[in-house]
């Protein structure tokens, strides 16, 4: 099976690796990574060249394209690839409208009862703060278009809120502002796979937001994660599939815009039960990462049946043993930093047992070292983002995969790698929402 897998990151990194556990799938990414073109052949288009991306699938007749992120979903690469009849796992562009517009995705859990934040749309800055004036607070303002994670603002005061406005005036996508109500409790990931119909539950996974340890700082893309989260028992999980994700699948279908992908539902968990904070038209990423480790079963055919309306005849299998996933960022994220840092340790931290390192903003290049003392070149790998790998460890007790995976990570050295100690932490010293 030829399979072309939209991203470069490390959500991608993981799931290729996963896919390719099945001996039939070879893989095409673009643009890819270093990591990805040592699973495959890679291209160098990027995600937001819906053109050359459907070049690529018309040139290479891939068997299933996978979206990896958000933005070529919302400027509609699913539909130009499908167009070509060829299978796509990812929603349409007016069905990633559920993560690309918070506006519509709002309205749409108002449309079909889904528990959510009560809300108000804003058009005009003015009218935004006249509102403000007589919120109460904490509020969230959000921009309602895609903004790389600057979008959401969690404000404690009328003039946090103003210097939020400020903010979110700077960016394009926030021509229209939510005012959201603020929601208490702990934040939980919740995937599912869905061809527009059947919905395949993925295990519970749970993210860590914020740059520092306990919980502190500025939010970023996540700086790890853990899978399952003890959280979500079999109990909430019926009353997430049943008043969260089946409704929402079963929604989209009825307003003539079919999901069919992954479906995430990023969930405040309090004592009164689940709230929708978002949905995202996608795998997350750092939990992904979190979760591919545990994944036993042909994740290329469940995509495939997924992306072909066949999901009811396949099902996957778990690994029960807890996996973690520390993210070790470039000194300075989530603000600027640096690139191009040489990073040591790969393979000692990849060798220990249960651990996989994907790669999240790394690329190689040839540099001179001198090896057997004769100097020579070597690809040498470099930071090249923000997020530069997922450290990943499997292992029998969320104590074990929390030791591992720091561990791996203690091997690993990059000039300013940053990292939280806490990954993991608060699902071991659970709190009062675990009824511990
Ligand atoms: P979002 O992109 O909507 O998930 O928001 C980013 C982050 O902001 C979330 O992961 C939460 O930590 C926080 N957040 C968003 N909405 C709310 C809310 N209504 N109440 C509390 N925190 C929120
Ligand atoms: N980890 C958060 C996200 O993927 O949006």
């Keep these: 099976m030829r399979v072309l897998l939209i991203g470069s990151g490390g959500r991608e990194h993981s799931l290729a690796w996963q896919l390719r556990k099945n001996p039939k799938v070879t893989l095409l990414s673009a643009p890819g990574s270093s990591a990805l073109a040592g699973l495959g052949e890679v291209k160098p288009v990027r995600v937001d060249d819906v053109e050359g991306l459907t070049a690529l699938a018309r040139e290479m007749r891939p068997d299933l394209t996978i979206v990896g992120p958000e933005l070529?979903?919302?400027?509609?690469v699913a539909d130009a690839i499908r167009e070509l009849g060829l299978p796509v796992f990812g929603p349409s562009a007016e069905a990633a409208?559920?993560?690309g517009s918070k506006v519509f995705a709002k309205d749409f859990m108002i449309r079909h009862n889904l528990p959510t934040a009560s809300y108000a749309v804003f058009y005009d800055p003015a009218e935004a703060r006249n509102y403000l004036k007589?919120?109460?607070y904490p509020a969230v303002l959000k921009a309602d278009g895609l903004a790389a994670g600057k979008g959401v603002h969690v404000c404690?005061?009328?003039g946090q809120a103003m210097a939020a406005l400020t903010e979110l005036a700077k960016l394009e996508s926030a021509s229209r502002v939510i005012v959201e109500e603020y929601l208490a409790g702990e934040e939980v990931s919740y995937f599912a796979i869905t061809d527009g119909r059947t919905v395949l539950p993925i295990p519970s996974a749970q993210d860590h937001k914020t740059v520092f340890d306990n919980d502190r700082g500025p939010n970023t893309g996540g700086m790890g994660a853990y899978s399952p989260a003890p959280l979500v028992t079999p109990q909430l999980e019926e009353v997430i599939l049943e008043t969260i994700v089946r409704p929402a699948v079963e929604g989209m279908a009825a307003e003539g815009t079919p999901y069919c992908g992954l479906l995430y539902a990023g969930l405040m968990v309090s004592l009164s039960g689940p709230k929708l904070l978002e949905f995202n038209a996608r795998f997350g990423d750092p939990e992904t990462q979190a979760l591919m480790p545990r994944c036993r079963g042909d994740l290329a055919a469940a995509l495939l049946a997924a992306a072909n309306g066949t999901l009811h005849e396949v099902s996957l299998d778990w690994d029960r043993r807890p996996c973690v996933c520390v993210v070790m960022s470039a000194g300075g994220y989530p603000g600027p930093y640096e690139?191009?840092?040489?990073i040591a340790g790969l393979e000692s931290a990849a060798a220990l047992p249960g651990v996989t390192v994907f790669e999240a903003g790394v690329t190689r290049e040839p540099r001179k070292a001198v090896v057997d003392g004769i100097e020579t070149w070597v690809e040498t790998p470099l930071t090249n983002g923000g997020r530069v790998l997922g450290v990943t460890a499997l292992d029998d007790t969320l104590e074990k995969s929390i030791e591992t995976a720091y561990k791996a990570v203690g091997e690993i050295h990059f000039e300013g790698a940053?990292?939280?100690?806490?990954?993991g932490a608060k699902a071991v010293r659970p709190g009062p929402l675990y009824g511990g």
């Design 72 to 76: 070529p979903l919302v400027l509609g």
């Design 97 to 99: 409208r559920i993560e």
């Design 134 to 136: 007589d919120a109460s």
């Design 156 to 158: 404690g005061s009328y």
């Design 339 to 342: 690139t191009g840092k040489p």
């Design 418 to 423: 940053h990292y939280r100690g806490d990954i």
